[in-house]
């Protein structure tokens, strides 16, 4: 080797190439990550390190507040479907029923009230297009603070005083006078303020049940009607019908099915049954309608039917007050309702005259005394948590 050769070789580096500056406090690592960030992919971050947030917090509000606006909406629409049909119900009342009426104490939902509930059945059939009979006569009496509600069916043959016609049967009423003539004999006869009414055309009736999807109710006894509205064609086949027949035990019925089972006055596989007894099927209807005008599917679909729901009723109750009544029904307990019923003397050869209970009925559906069974076939008396059987 010559002395002036070095044992090893010396590289230079080329020009223009820069060296890798050292990291001061990053390491390898450090430097791998920054480069990483250069081409597009996450830093890394170390062992165990979090991922970046991501900002679900803004799109749940977002969500929420969308739902909200989409139920404030819906609420409108139904709201103002609801209030047309119920407008035109208050134009179908004869104003001077408006003027029979005992003005509302308070408001509804947080007062006791009374509303008359009037069933007409004028279909056409069987001559009844033009009668305007009050086929069912009931009273019904809110107690919000006890979340309770009282029902009174007023049999349709008794004999009271009619004001300016003489004594005759409760139902001419409706008849004669219309609904002002009704609310002032029905006023007079039981002696309680009448704040609201409610005329009901069962003809359409059974339109709304079918439009409510139906409704649900507890028979508490097997039926066998007799042979009203048949549904054949001929007579022959009327003849061999037996009646329209009920089993016992909840069952669902569409809007005609509960419409027959609210008119049916004999029973044939129980004689004692009556008119009377009529009433507690009635007041049946009435309570599974009202529970499922309060149910959160025809709430939701408000906006589509909220004024043919209201078609069949002709009534002076304004859409504010149907909403506070529907909460008090919402509220009050099935199990705590009261049902009474009025009597009289409908017996073999009776002459339709008021029982001399009634008056200790009256007391009971004021909510004054404890509810007390009827004593007799066709007595008056009340029942806590189901209808008369």
Known sequence: MAEDEKPYRVYRARRGRKKAPLSSGGGLLKDIGAGAGTTGAAPYRGPGALPKPRHWGRWITIGLAALLILVVAWGVLGWFSFSSGVSDANARLDPNAKRALNPQSGLLYSHSTTILLLGTDNADNNGRIDDEHSDSIMLMRTDPPRHRLYYLSIPRDIQVPIPGHGTQKINAAMQIGGPALAIQTIHAFVGVPINHVVVVNFADFK?????????????????LSDRFDCPFKTQAECLKWPGWRF?????????ERALIYSRIRVNQLDP???????????????????????????LFELPFNGGSLVKPLTTDMSAGELAQFAWVKFRASTGGSIHCRLGGDFGGGGNGSPSE????????????????????????????????Q
């Open 272 to 298: 004692s049954e009556s008119d009377v007894t009529r009433g507690a099927r009635q007041q049946a209807v009435i309570q599974a309608v009202l529970a499922k005008f309060t149910s959160p599917s025809v």
């Open 247 to 255: 089993k016992k035990g909840s069952q669902h019925m569409n809007g």
């Open 207 to 223: 339109v709304l049940i079918d439009r409510l999807g139906g409704i649900t109710i507890d028979v508490p006894k097997p039926i």
């Open 357 to 388: 209970d009634n008056p200790t009925t009256i007391a009971m559906f004021l909510g004054v005394s404890a509810p007390q069974p009827p004593t007799s076939t066709f007595g008056p008396g009340c029942v806590a948590g189901h209808t008369l």
